[in-house]
Structures are given as structure tokens and as C-alpha cells.
């Protein structure tokens, strides 16, 4: 099947010329007011605004909803990770499908209102006979990230030497090459990370928010733009730090707070939606996350999120849970490769994988050498409990202590087989409940997962001993018990 071409083809039957476009009954209407009435539309069919961004259905879409139905520019404030460029790029899908444009034109000019030089001299000269082409709505969307280098000429526009050494004079506006945002015109433009903008370069968007034209230096001529801005921040920046001039916030509309999943099954449910697994490899296992596995992930990311020892500041994205969770499959698949089974499922075993996926996603504060790993691990062990004794009932597990009263050992590893764990049922029959009621499943693989979280459970409820090198482990009886899980 071929791919389908970006931007896609306007239909056959729409207006070639201004004279067809008149005719046909178009009318032009600013961009504000285009994104507006199809956010009513959306709203009153019940639709959301923003596609595919979880848990801001109650606190953030609302506001964006405001935001938009007002007629408002607006800016996003956020840690790292909280979807903000997604729900930026997603406002493309509050415009009309199609926009008609004077063809040939830089700046996507109205054929009703040109404003760029060509255009009003193209349409003064074909009059209805100039040519239009129709625009696609994912086209009508331009975005900077913010950096210190970023100049005037990169936003607005500046002289373009070729042209004037092509024999064009200084005094000619065609030798003018414009910047991002005129070349936004009747669309959006958003900026990232907007504190990163030197002062000076802010102060070029003052008109674009409130005049609504750019000036472009050495020239008197005004560009009277249609644009929507979005931009994004760190709250840290934005607030605090006296990075953005108080002219420039005071222009946008609305400023809109966003932040990480509120639970645990909001930030699951992000990543199933987002997750990349490594379940299609060719001649490979069938690959079975359990329920469970995905829940220590997405309670590992919660806890760092509450710890005092990670940097809040930097934020815990959610990137962290996805990253982690494909992390935790691919290991499951690489040692089924390995040891030629049908089925990869990921085990508490698996979790010290997860290190390389999540070193470079948090910020650990810690003076003392070693004191990372150490802060690492318990927030681990801290997400494998939570998730265990949400699982298992304690009556469960009394059984299972009592059989390790004697000289019962039970090894686990990331790369023991499946069926290795098979010896530990036979050798602890009541392990058989509590694995059930994690969700064992019935494949070996799926066994031997559910046994690796109950005996890691039990050790981190301080019933059982455990004796670990790197992913191995024997757990063994010898703890003091408390009497409860």
C-alpha cells in the first residue's frame, strides 16, 4: 500500500481563481474565529478538543477549551513530559480542512486582503483571473524552539543580500525575506520553551500579540498578520526566574497549568497508549505483559515524583514510564530469545534492566558516592510492595512463610527458564493461591513471573530472607515475622 503524500491533495473540484472563489460564496474569517467555531462544534458533539492527552480531562482541557472559545493567545506552563507540544500541534485540528491562498504567495495571503507585496500586485494585475491554491490545515502550522541565538531576522524577517545583489533595490519590498511568523500567517505559531528567547528577540512579538503586524527593520511597510501564538514554559522560567518581560505575558490571553498523571492507572494507561513494544520480531515469543508489571512501572514513576530525593524541578516525565515499560518487554523478549522459548513475559527480576532507560530521565540528589544506586533501588523495592499488597490478601500468605520454615530455598534469575519455576510450585504448593490472585496466567512464562512478585513481596514485607547478585536471587525463610504482610 503506498504511503499517502503529505500535504495531501486538495479535491479536484475546488476554485482555481479568485473569480471561482467569489462566486463560489467563500467567505474569509480571522484565525481566532475559525479555531473557535469548530471548538463549539467539537464541544457540542461531545468530542475532545485534543485527541490521544490522558488525564486532563477535568483540569486542563477545560481551560484550553476557555482558551480557545475566547478568542485567546495562550501559553502552556509545565515540567518536562506533560504533553504540551502534543496539545500545540493538535490545535492544526480545529482549522478548516482547506484554505485558499493566492497562489505563489510567501505568506499564504487571503486572495480577498493580500498583504504581501507579490500578491497585491499579482491580484491588481489578474484581478479575477488570479490563480488560488488550497492549503492544507496540517501545513498552516509553524514551530521554534526557542534557543539564545535566535534572531529577529529568524521570527520576522529580514533583507535578503541575493536578491538585492539580483539588482533589486535596498527600497523594494520584494527583497525582503520573511521570518517564521510572517510565513505563519492565517495559521498558528508556537514557540517552546519561550524563556530561552533573549529579551530582545521577546520584544519582537509584542506586535504580533497585540497589533497583530510585524515591522520588519528598514522598512516602513506593516504586515497586518492573522496568527494565533502559542508558546510553551518551564514554570520555573516563566515564574520565578524574570525570564520573560512583564509586556509579554501581560498579552497573552490565557496561560494554562499543566502537570503529570494524578495515579497510577491514568499514567498506565498513557503508556499502553504510547509504548513501542518489541512484539513483532520476526520468528520471535509471544510477549505477555502482566497487569501487575505494568503497575510497578507506572507506581515507580509516581514515587519519584513524591521523593525528596529526586530534583522536582527537572520534573519525572512520563517518558520515564514509557521508556521503562518497553525496557522492561524487551528484556523479557531477549532472554526468551536467548533460552528459545514461546513466550516472553517480564518478571521483578527484569527490573534491574530498567537503570539504563531511567538515568537520564531523573535528576537524583545525592552528596554521598553510591547514595544514587541506594535511592534507586528503594524506590523500586518501594514500587514492587505497593503493587503486592494491592494484589495479594494477607491470609494468603501465611502458607507460604510456613514453608520456608525449614530448609526450603527457592532461586529466581532473569535468565533462568520458565520452566525452572515450575520446581518452585511443586516444592511450595501454596504458593499456588497468591500466584493466582496476582494473575499467574497459565503459561509457564506467566507462572514464573507471578512467583517472582509474590516471593519479592513476601522479602520486602520482611517475611522472608533474601540473598541477591546483580538479577539473582534465593529467597529463604530465617526472617523475624511481623504477623502481617
Known amino acids: 500500500m503506498a504511503p499517502a503524500s503529505f500535504p495531501p491533495e486538495p479535491p479536484a473540484d475546488l476554485p482555481a481563481t479568485l473569480?471561482?472563489?467569489?462566486?463560489?460564496?467563500?467567505?474569509p474569517v480571522p484565525v481566532h474565529e475559525e479555531l473557535r467555531?469548530?471548538?463549539?462544534?467539537?464541544i457540542a458533539k461531545g468530542e475532545p478538543l485534543v485527541a490521544r492527552v490522558l488525564g486532563f480531562e477535568d483540569t486542563?482541557?477545560?481551560?484550553?477549551?476557555?482558551?480557545?472559545?475566547?478568542?485567546?493567545?495562550?501559553?502552556?506552563?509545565?515540567?518536562?513530559?506533560?504533553?504540551k507540544t502534543r496539545i500545540v500541534r493538535s490545535l492544526t485540528q480545529l482549522l478548516d480542512e482547506w484554505l485558499p491562498v493566492v497562489a505563489g504567495s510567501e505568506l499564504r495571503d487571503d486572495p480577498f486582503?493580500?498583504?504581501?507585496?507579490h500578491a497585491r500586485d499579482l491580484v491588481a494585475e489578474e484581478g479575477d483571473d488570479t490563480p488560488v491554491a488550497w492549503v492544507h490545515r496540517d501545513t498552516r502550522f509553524a514551530e521554534k524552539l526557542a534557543t539564545p541565538d535566535t534572531s529577529i531576522a529568524d521570527l520576522i524577517g529580514e533583507v535578503d543580500p541575493i536578491k538585492v545583489a539580483e539588482g533589486r533595490y535596498l527600497a523594494d519590498e520584494l527583497t525582503l525575506h520573511y521570518g517564521l511568523v510572517p510565513r505563519a500567517n492565517r495559521g498558528i505559531f508556537a514557540v517552546n520553551e519561550l524563556p530561552d528567547l533573549a529579551e530582545r528577540i521577546q520584544v519582537g512579538l509584542l506586535n504580533v500579540l497585540e497589533e497583530r503586524d510585524v515591522q520588519i527593520r528598514g522598512f516602513t511597510v506593516r504586515l497586518p498578520l492573522d496568527v494565533v501564538l502559542v508558546a510553551t514554559a518551564n514554570p520555573e522560567d516563566y515564574t520565578n526566574r524574570g525570564r520573560i518581560i512583564t509586556p509579554l505575558k501581560d498579552r497573552f490571553g490565557a496561560q494554562v497549568r499543566t502537570h503529570y498523571p494524578p495515579d497510577v492507572d491514568t499514567e498506565l494507561a498513557i503508556v499502553h497508549q504510547e509504548a513501542r513494544l518489541p512484539d513483532e520480531v520476526p520468528d520471535g515469543p509471544r510477549l505477555v505483559v502482566p497487569a501487575y508489571m505494568g503497575e510497578i512501572v507506572a507506581e515507580l514513576s509516581q514515587l519519584a515524583r513524591q521523593s525528596p530525593h529526586i530534583n522536582q524541578r527537572s520534573g519525572v516525565s512520563v517518558r520515564l514510564s514509557i521508556a521503562n515499560y518497553e525496557t522492561l518487554a524487551a528484556n523479557a523478549v531477549r532472554r526468551a530469545l536467548r533460552l528459545g522459548?514461546?513466550?516472553a513475559v517480564p518478571r521483578v527480576s527484569d527490573l534491574?534492566?530498567?537503570?539504563?532507560?531511567?538515568?537520564?530521565?531523573?535528576?537524583?540528589?545525592?552528596?554521598?558516592?553510591?547514595?544514587e544506586e541506594r535511592i534507586w533501588q528503594a524506590l523500586v523495592a518501594a514500587a514492587v510492595l505497593a503493587v503486592f499488597r494491592r494484589r495479594v490478601a494477607p491470609e494468603q500468605l501465611g502458607p507460604v512463610v510456613a514453608a520456608f520454615d525449614g530448609d526450603q530455598v527457592v532461586n529466581v534469575g532473569d535468565d533462568l527458564p520458565a520452566d525452572a519455576y515450575q520446581q518452585a510450585m511443586a516444592d511450595v504448593p501454596a504458593l499456588a493461591a497468591p500466584v493466582a490472585?496476582?494473575?499467574?496466567?497459565?503459561?509457564p512464562a506467566e507462572i514464573a513471573a507471578a512467583v517472582e512478585l509474590v516471593l519479592e513481596g513476601l522479602h520486602l514485607a520482611k517475611r522472608l530472607n533474601k540473598d541477591a547478585a546483580g538479577a539473582k536471587a534465593a529467597y529463604r525463610g530465617g526472617r523475624e515475622r511481623s504477623g502481617r504482610s
Open 19 to 27: 473569480g471561482d472563489l467569489r462566486a463560489s460564496g467563500w467567505e
Open 37 to 42: 467555531r469548530n471548538a463549539a462544534a467539537r
Open 60 to 83: 486542563v482541557l477545560p481551560q484550553i477549551e476557555n482558551a480557545v472559545l475566547a478568542g485567546h493567545d495562550m501559553i502552556l506552563l509545565g515540567e518536562r513530559g506533560q504533553a
Open 113 to 117: 486582503h493580500p498583504v504581501s507585496r
Open 341 to 343: 522459548e514461546d513466550t
Open 352 to 371: 534491574g534492566a530498567l537503570v539504563a532507560s531511567s538515568q537520564g530521565k531523573i535528576e537524583i540528589e545525592a552528596l554521598e558516592e553510591g547514595r
Open 437 to 443: 490472585s496476582v494473575g499467574g496466567g497459565e503459561s
